[in-house]
């Protein structure tokens, strides 16, 4: 297909090739290397993180030409074919996760269950992102290095309610998600994208919300699940529940839902915006 006609723009765009540096088996420069440690200081656990090695995704830049082939024999224009090359970056972080049940805020009207909260932060060193063809001000795909921060905070709660469930427990998780590029190159229309597999655009500062709530009826025999999840940068929100119900250990059955919305164009949820949907699930497990 053509994007312009042939008396215009004689070819047309054919496939994208993609020069990519893959590792090879044992090659010491795509060794990862990676580091944990735990430890209990008065009930709070603690973890320390360290990694160095290749990303698992790559970046790819556009190749300073193209190549042609024909003239085709329909209309005697030539097909031009793309061509990027791409490799592996490395990633380097280091991190903290806290967590700590607050017996504090445990309280008997709701149930007696003390909540849990966790603290994750993460410091990354020159991540490596692509830039979009025009945006670096070459007219070709170039790549940017930039410092990051990470930040996670979210918590685990079962309270008790004698209105919604007498019965069990139910189960409350918020999440709330922040990432900031510390190098981002404030230049007019230049935006950095994410790797070759989540093309979306990089922006300086990055909210997410997250929401779960889960409780179960008839000792365990139904479980409805609702999940919320909202990007404040993009404007997201996604939407998913699930309704599980196992009489007994042979048979289970589910019936579960999923809603996008998206507001920027080709960014975030908005790839998804004609993806919602409804399925059902019937399991017979074999004794």
Same mark, same amino acid.
Not at 279 to 286: D, G, R, S
């Given at each position: 297909?053509?994007?312009?006609?042939?008396?215009?723009?004689?070819? &047309?765009?054919?496939?994208?090739? @993609?020069?990519?540096?893959?590792?090879?088996?044992?090659?010491?420069?795509?060794?990862?290397?990676?580091?944990?440690?735990?430890?209990?200081?008065?009930?709070?656990?603690?973890?320390?993180?360290?990694?160095?090695?290749?990303?698992?995704?790559?970046?790819?830049?556009?190749?300073?030409?193209?190549?042609?082939?024909?003239?085709?024999?329909?209309?005697?224009?030539?097909?031009?074919?793309?061509?990027?090359?791409?490799? =592996?970056?490395?990633?380097?972080?280091?991190? *903290?996760?806290?967590?700590?049940?607050? @017996?504090?805020?445990?309280?008997?009207?709701?149930?007696?269950?003390?909540?849990?909260?966790?603290? @994750?932060?993460? &410091?990354?060193?020159?991540?490596?992102?692509?830039?979009?063809?025009?945006?670096?001000?070459?007219?070709?795909?170039?790549?940017?290095?930039?410092?990051?921060?990470?930040?996670?905070?979210?918590?685990?709660?079962?309270?008790?309610?004698?209105?919604?469930?007498?019965?069990? &427990?139910?189960?409350?998780?918020?999440?709330?998600?922040?990432?900031?590029?510390?190098?981002?190159?404030?230049?007019?229309?230049?935006?950095?994208?994410?790797? *070759?597999?989540?093309?979306?655009?990089? &922006? @300086?500062?990055?909210?997410?919300?997250?929401?779960?709530?889960?409780?179960? =009826?008839?000792?365990?025999?139904?479980?409805?699940?609702?999940?919320?999840?909202?990007?404040?940068?993009?404007?997201?929100?996604?939407?998913?529940?699930?309704?599980?119900?196992?009489?007994?250990?042979?048979?289970?059955?589910?019936?579960?839902?999923?809603?996008?919305?998206?507001?920027?164009?080709?960014?975030?949820?908005?790839?998804?915006?004609?993806?919602?949907?409804?399925?059902?699930?019937?399991?017979?497990?074999?004794?």
């Amino acid at each position: 297909m053509s994007i312009f006609p042939s008396s215009f723009f004689p070819f &047309y765009v054919g496939k994208l090739y @993609e020069d990519i540096e893959r590792p090879h088996d044992f090659d010491p420069r795509y060794f990862s290397y990676g580091l944990k440690v735990r430890a209990d200081i008065g009930g709070t656990i603690v973890h320390l993180l360290g990694f160095y090695g290749r990303d698992r995704d790559y970046v790819s830049e556009a190749a300073a030409a193209p190549f042609f082939t024909g003239p085709n024999a329909f209309d005697g224009a030539f097909v031009m074919h793309p061509v990027n090359k791409a490799f =592996y970056p490395y990633y380097k972080f280091v991190g *903290a996760t806290v967590a700590k049940e607050v @017996e504090s805020l445990s309280a008997s009207v709701l149930g007696g269950v003390s909540p849990v909260f966790r603290i @994750e932060a993460l &410091y990354a060193f020159n991540t490596v992102y692509a830039m979009q063809m025009g945006q670096s001000g070459t007219g070709l795909n170039t790549f940017m290095k930039t410092n990051e921060i990470a930040l996670a905070v979210s918590a685990d709660w079962k309270i008790k309610s004698d209105l919604l469930n007498p019965n069990a &427990y139910i189960s409350i998780s918020p999440q709330f998600f922040f990432q900031r590029e510390l190098n981002y190159p404030h230049l007019t229309g230049v935006v950095p994208t994410a790797k *070759a597999t989540n093309e979306t655009n990089i &922006y @300086e500062n990055d909210y997410k919300y997250s929401l779960m709530v889960m409780t179960s =009826y008839f000792h365990n025999k139904l479980t409805p699940m609702f999940v919320w999840s909202h990007n404040q940068t993009l404007h997201d929100n996604m939407l998913m529940g699930k309704l599980s119900y196992a009489p007994n250990q042979t048979w289970s059955y589910s019936l579960s839902g999923i809603y996008f919305d998206g507001a920027k164009y080709h960014q975030g949820n908005n790839f998804m915006q004609n993806k919602d949907k409804i399925w059902a699930n019937i399991t017979y497990n074999f004794e």
